[in-house]
């Protein structure tokens, strides 16, 4: 069975143009306005949206993403609602796939059985869990078949070869190359060193590899997207609904801004 990030990729190849793939924290500043965001983004470009799971101690975050998952938890969003978010958004939009992305702790809580049901009845389409690593996968494999939800993997600069090969064995969908070391949003990332690890994973499979962390205009996404298959934009656009919350424009322009950025970036796809 085909799945919508698999029709997704397909498309874009067809009509050679790379992914823009988006970052939001679900609930951030409440869920009224991360879901109207959510169905502002594939009008503004999105091809594919990474839903973010809200954690207390988001390790792999940086300060922008962090302080988004505190104003979502302080909004009292949890788990259920995202998934319901979801399911509401697929009402208007059954084509741009949705990946929920987060740590494995509010997932295993919420039980991963029911976790794996309720997102595929909501239209989930893919699952990036930041701290579950391969050796674990035996907890969700069977879940995410069963169910057609794609897992995808977080590559780094420091993966070799032989680590490579493990986390190909347990991934779908596409590959998360992460282009810096450290936390998002902080630091640019290498191009030269960016495209030599791409290239090196590509030789290795077909999955579509997509680049994230510190990517942030489109004169990266234009040269990332050279010899990848897509750019996330995260902190970014993250950072625009952080200035809306502390009363730097109103709703009206936030989404207008939104709007103008991503459709700079889309340009360069």
Not at 10 to 34: E, R
Not at 196 to 225: A, D, M, R, W, Y
Request: overall charge positive; some cysteine.
């Amino acid at each position: 069975m085909t799945t919508r990030i698999e029709e997704k990729f397909k498309y874009l190849k067809k009509n050679k143009k790379k992914a823009l793939v988006c970052f939001l924290t679900a609930g951030d500043p409440n869920k009224k306005i991360s879901a109207e965001v959510l169905s502002l983004l594939p009008k503004s470009g999105a091809d594919l949206i990474e839903v973010g799971i809200p954690f207390s101690d988001p390790m792999a975050d940086g300060p922008t993403i962090q302080r988004s998952s505190l104003r979502a938890i302080k909004s009292g969003i949890n788990l259920k609602q995202i998934l319901e978010m979801v399911r509401d958004f697929r009402k208007g939009d059954s084509k741009t796939p949705i990946i929920l992305m987060g740590y494995f702790n509010p997932i295993f809580q919420y039980g991963l059985k029911n976790f794996f049901i309720d997102s595929s009845k909501s239209g989930v389409d893919g699952l990036i869990a930041v701290d579950l690593p391969p050796e674990e996968n035996s907890l969700i494999y069977d879940y995410s078949k069963k169910f057609n939800i794609d897992i995808i993997r977080l590559l780094t600069p420091t993966t070799n070869i032989e680590r490579l090969k493990k986390i190909l064995k347990s991934t779908s969908g596409f590959l998360y190359y992460v282009s810096i070391m450290g936390i998002t949003g902080t630091k640019k990332p290498s191009i030269a060193l960016v495209k030599k690890s791409v290239n090196k994973i590509k030789q290795l499979t077909s999955l579509p590899v997509v680049v994230g962390f510190g990517i942030n205009n489109s004169k990266q996404v234009k040269e990332i997207n050279k010899f990848s298959d897509g750019c996330v934009i995260g902190s970014a656009l993250v950072k625009i609904l952080e200035e809306y919350q502390m009363g730097k424009f109103n709703y009206k322009e936030m989404k207008t801004r939104v709007n103008i950025f991503l459709s700079k970036i889309n340009k360069a796809c």
